[in-house]
T-cell receptor
Framework: AQSVTQLDSQVPVFEEAPVELRCNYS??????LFWYVQYPNQGLQLLLKYLSGSTLVKGINGFEAEFNKSQTSFHLRKPSVHISDTAEYFC???????????????FGKGTLLTVNP | GAVVSQHPSRVICKSGTSVKIECRSLDFQATTMFWYRQFPKKSLMLMATSNEGSKATYEQGVEKDKFLINHASLTLSTLTVTSAHPEDSSFYIC?????????????FGPGTRLTVL
């Protein structure tokens, strides 16, 4: 079984400031890691993913995340945010094992990023 | 590519009626589709996993007789909320996993807002 902890439920920042949204996970097996963004009344859009290889992954809209296996973390960062980045951000994991219930995603509770002018 | 649609986007119904929500993968075939429920300010709660041609697997605590899931083809899954009550009001989101290619990823629909009066 896996669990995901997003340490901050809300993060307010000013426009053009850097931001980091924190995510820690717990799992007894190897996992893939994902960050999704959800704009109001919409579904989830994939920002970026870590499957294997380089621990620094780059995604859409200027976001990046770094996988730290020893700290079981996958924090999301952006060097300069825009008003349009205001949204809910979800960290998620799933097992790397194929088959059955292993395809299920386990989500964190989300972090609301609010970018103020 | 990898677009998932949901219909309707919003539905309002009277208590005691049934509501059907469709989830379609528009440009790929989906072996597995997932149904989530999202409460305000909360994360996504997986309700069930459906595989084409077989019975859905429900998560613990989800009433299978109330939330009927049918996955009749590789591009369509439906969720029927039977005898809906106000406590069933929520945002329902589906996702789909492709049969080939990016099978590690779930592609999410835009969600359906259900309001039961």
């Amino acid at each position: 079984a896996q669990s995901v902890t997003q340490l901050d439920s809300q993060v307010p920042v000013f426009e053009e400031a850097p931001v980091e949204l924190r995510c820690n996970y717990s799992s007894s097996v190897s996992v893939y890691l994902f960050w999704y963004v959800q704009y109001p009344n919409q579904g989830l859009q994939l920002l970026l993913k870590y499957l294997s290889g380089s621990t620094l992954v780059k995604g859409i809209n200027g976001f990046e995340a770094e996988f730290n296996k020893s700290q079981t973390s996958f924090h999301l960062r952006k060097p300069s945010v825009h008003i349009s980045d205001t949204a809910e951000y979800f960290c998620a994991v799933r097992s790397t094992t194929l088959g059955g219930s292993n395809y299920k995603l386990t989500f964190g509770k989300g972090t609301l990023l609010t970018v103020n002018p | 590519g990898a677009v998932v649609s949901q219909h309707p986007s919003r539905v309002i119904c009277k208590s005691g009626t049934s509501v059907k929500i469709e989830c379609r993968s528009l440009d790929f075939q989906a072996t597995t589709m997932f149904w989530y429920r999202q409460f305000p300010k909360k994360s996504l709660m997986l309700m069930a996993t459906s595989n084409e041609g077989s019975k859905a697997t429900y998560e613990q605590g989800v009433e299978k007789d109330k939330f009927l899931i049918n996955h009749a083809s590789l591009t369509l899954s439906t969720l029927t909320v039977t005898s809906a009550h106000p406590e069933d009001s929520s945002f329902y989101i589906c996702s789909a996993r492709a049969t080939s290619g990016r099978t590690y990823e779930q592609f999410f629909g835009p969600g359906t807002r259900l309001t039961v009066l």
